[in-house]
């Protein structure tokens, strides 16, 4: 897997977690525990996203 697909993966996976975590907000079924381990993964992939682009 080339490096640009690689990222454009990640992009994807960061798009899709930042969709789940606008839609727990809105969710009165989702806990706050939820909500906070959704945005840790997508802080993570973001840092991964910024580690490979340098």
């Known amino acids: ?3 640009s697909s690689h990222l454009s993966e990640l992009k994807k996976k960061h798009q899709i977690l930042d969709m789940q975590v606008e839609e727990a907000q809105r969710s009165p079924s989702y ?6 381990e959704l ?3 997508k802080l993570k992939l973001k840092e991964e996203i910024e ?3 340098n």
Request: glycine share 0%.
């Open 1 to 3: 897997m080339s490096l």
């Open 31 to 36: 806990d706050a525990l939820q909500i906070v």
């Open 39 to 41: 945005k840790k993964q």
């Open 51 to 53: 580690r490979l682009s």
